[in-house]
């Protein structure tokens, strides 16, 4: 059971980024999949959940970032819009593994894939 974060880069104010999540060894679909995001020294932020079709959001990242999923690839993806310096950070996705497991019911995620440096810097 694996997940891959990748897709980052570097950005200027105001730009974009797509970032992908890539599941391997379990369905990602009828799953709790979220975002999350770290920068050294201050602790997890969570970003954004995904479950069926139903998504969430920090208030920091509502309106510009938008989180979708595919489930023929077994993906899923965070498109992050208007990138500020602010959102420079480590992003990862992590899944609660539990088939039926929802964003709004407590989702417990306990498998997390490495993560992919954002960095918003002119």
């Known amino acids: 059971v694996q997940l891959q974060a990748s897709g980052g880069g570097l950005v200027q104010p105001g730009g974009s980024l797509r970032l992908s999540c890539a599941g391997s060894g379990f369905t990602l679909d009828h799953r709790a999949i979220g975002w999350f995001r770290q920068v050294p020294g201050k602790e997890r932020e969570w970003v954004s959940c995904?479950?069926?079709?139903?998504?969430y959001y920090a208030d920091s990242v509502k309106g510009r970032f938008t989180i979708s999923g595919d489930r023929a690839k077994n993906t899923v993806y965070l498109q992050m819009n208007s990138l500020q310096p602010e959102d420079t950070a480590v992003y990862f996705c992590?899944?609660?593994?539990?088939?039926?497991?929802?964003?709004?019911?407590?989702?417990?995620?306990?498998?997390r894939g490495q993560g992919t440096q954002v960095t918003v810097s002119s």
């Open positions: 995904i479950s069926d079709d139903s998504t």
């Open positions: 992590a899944a609660d593994r539990r088939y039926g497991s929802s964003c709004s019911a407590g989702p417990e995620f306990g498998s």
